[in-house]
């Protein structure tokens, strides 16, 4: 709970104001029945029909009142419920993105998702249930012992004797849930990440006829989530018989032990009205309290959760240049004997971690190009994560122009570059904004970065031009465009460093080709590093890398490698024909 509360302090003022009007609306509520009880002991007694439409007003007075405050109040605590949701929804996604690649890993993309989603939604009905009926349902119920109690004592007693035990009942089986619900939520995350791999591959999935298939993975796993779920739910369903049954033997003996007094002339028919009453308000009041705690179960689960997102320590902090690797090597970017794995070294993580790059070392000048080519899986993009220190190396280090990468702050180092990424994001917005993407690009450099990246063509059959709204993933864009869109969101902004990962696998080879020469011709500055199974794309760059099973097994030029590695040859050969 400490983790809602630091959410709630900004929201004390107006959570103090809904609190009093939450109050006073309660104790209303508990004087109607008061109300009642004085009317037929006392006023229709004296056969007084003005005395009878007077106390009848007052209580219409009452119920009113009561309602309108109610309302305000339930309104207020709808508004504090929203706007402090929100602020937890947004250092979510703020911590979201400023993850390592590691922890993302770690956590998981649907995990992220639903906690997102599910998980701030049980917060948020936390917050707004625990203003409403977290403050009326204990009233009805003390108030209405406390209100009995000063009517009739003997019966009020069999009321104290039931009250405990139920409040009891409640905290005890509360407690118990909430594992439960840590469960229900983990299940919650599986069903995220098959909705998404099925709607981001939902044409494979229709091109090999897999709908079946992919439907019964589903609920496999959606009838996993709702045994728990169930599982769950009946533990936290129990207070509500127990604590029912615990009421109706109050209300049996209250009825009995009322009617005798009544025979015997102790007490008035009155009052037995007004404890039924009473009686039915603690019932409704016990229930509140029962919702309450378990929402609060959920509470706590998915506080737990998005907790450990938003107060998860950074592990990719910038360290201080004294206490940095230095090197003595000349040049703009120089991987130093780097050798780095995926996964945690924790034992129990249940998997072997296997090298994905073995002692990479190579120097890249400013201004110079490099390719990286090699099998799926032989860690191209990987060289390219580390660079941008999207995670750590585990031996060895990585320069850029002289200093240690991780003596950069992160938006320093991450400036420097323009990148395009294997299956990178079209956002649902205009193209206009999804090449500028945020950065302060005029609308000369966009179109500019547009042509360079053989986009204008295309660009300029729309009517609208830049300002064509692309959907969700470019589903409206060719592969081709989409591409040439991404490429030109890495030109817009003149990077120093260029990194072009598998970016022109959509694109004819003479609109590759113009792509190349219009990078070297306008971006001659910029250091290029491309990641390409196309040998026609890197075999004219100052450098390339030959990769496998993380490994360099050739460095050098074209000619080079054409002359020292035979998996260079073997790929040259294959797509280029070659003998």
Not at 286 to 296: A, D, E, K, P, Y
Not at 355 to 366: G, P, S, V
Not at 537 to 549: A, C, K, P, Q, Y
Request: charged share 25%; net charge negative.
């Amino acid at each position: 709970m400490k983790f809602i509360l630091k959410y709630l302090k900004k929201y004390l003022g107006i959570m103090a104001v809904g609190t009093f009007i939450k109050i006073v609306a309660s104790m209303g509520e508990l004087l109607i029945p008061y109300v009642l009880e004085h009317i037929i002991d006392n006023v229709v007694p004296r056969k007084q029909v003005s005395a009878v439409l007077i106390w009848a007003l007052v209580m219409i007075v009452l119920a009113v009142l009561v309602r309108q405050f109610n309302i305000t109040a339930n309104r207020m605590a709808v508004r504090v419920s929203k706007d402090s949701n929100y602020d937890i929804r947004r250092d979510l996604f703020w911590k979201s993105l400023n993850l390592s690649g590691s922890q993302v890993d770690e956590i998981g993309l649907p995990s992220l998702t639903s906690r997102m989603t599910s998980d701030s939604y049980n917060l948020q009905n936390f917050i707004r249930s625990v203003q409403t009926m977290g403050i009326r349902a204990p009233i009805l119920l003390l108030g209405g012992i406390l209100v009995t109690l000063a009517m009739d004592r003997r019966l009020a007693l069999i009321l104290c004797t039931m009250a405990p035990l139920m409040i009891a009942i409640m905290v005890y089986i509360s407690l118990k849930g909430i594992p439960f619900y840590e469960k229900v939520q983990a299940s919650v995350d599986d069903i995220v990440r098959i909705m998404r791999e099925n709607i981001t591959g939902i044409r494979v999935v229709k091109a090999l006829s897999k709908e079946d298939y992919e439907k019964k993975r589903y609920e496999k796993t959606n009838d996993e989530m709702t045994k728990r779920d169930i599982t769950a739910g009946a533990v936290m369903a129990l207070p509500g018989p127990l604590v029912t049954m615990l009421l109706n033997i109050g209300l049996t003996l209250v009825v009995f032990v009322g009617a005798y007094l009544v025979n015997q002339g102790v007490t008035k028919p009155g009052v037995i009205l007004a404890f039924l009453t009473y009686f039915n308000m603690m019932m409704m009041g016990t229930m509140g309290l029962s919702r309450v705690f378990i929402m609060m179960s959920k509470a706590n689960a998915s506080a737990d959760r998005i907790s450990a997102v938003i107060y998860r320590e950074e592990d990719l902090k910038t360290i201080p240049e004294d206490e940095a690797a230095h090197t003595d090597r000349e040049g703009y970017i120089v991987f130093d004997h780097v050798t780095f794995r995926y996964g945690s070294d924790d034992p129990l993580a249940g998997h072997d971690r296997q090298n994905c790059l073995t002692d990479i070392d190579f120097t890249m000048q400013k201004g110079g190009s490099l390719g990286i080519i090699g099998a799926t899986g032989s860690g191209k993009t990987t060289i390219a994560n580390l660079l941008m220190r999207f995670y750590d190396a585990d031996q060895g280090h990585i320069f850029l122009d002289g200093r240690d990468v991780r003596t950069y702050e992160k938006d320093e180092l991450h400036n420097l570059f323009g990148v395009v990424f294997q299956n990178d994001v079209i956002f649902a917005e205009s193209l206009r904004d999804n090449i500028a993407f945020g950065r302060k690009v005029d609308e000369e450099r966009l179109w500019a970065a547009a042509e360079d990246a053989r986009a204008k063509d295309f660009l300029s059959k729309y009517e609208d031009g830049l300002d064509h709204e692309a959907v969700i993933h470019g589903a409206n864009l060719s592969g081709g465009q989409k591409q040439r869109i991404l490429i030109a969101r890495a030109l817009a902004a003149k990077p120093k460093i260029l990194i072009l990962d598998d970016s022109s696998s959509a694109l004819d080879y003479k609109t590759d080709a113009d792509l190349r020469k219009a990078i070297r011709e306008n971006y001659d500055d910029a250091t290029t590093i491309v990641i390409a199974q196309r040998i026609s794309s890197i075999m004219s760059l100052d450098d390339i890398i030959v990769l496998d099973e993380g490994e360099i097994i050739g460095h050098g030029t074209h000619e080079q490698l054409m002359q020292d590695c035979s998996l260079y040859r073997d790929i040259y050969r294959t797509q280029m024909g070659g003998v």
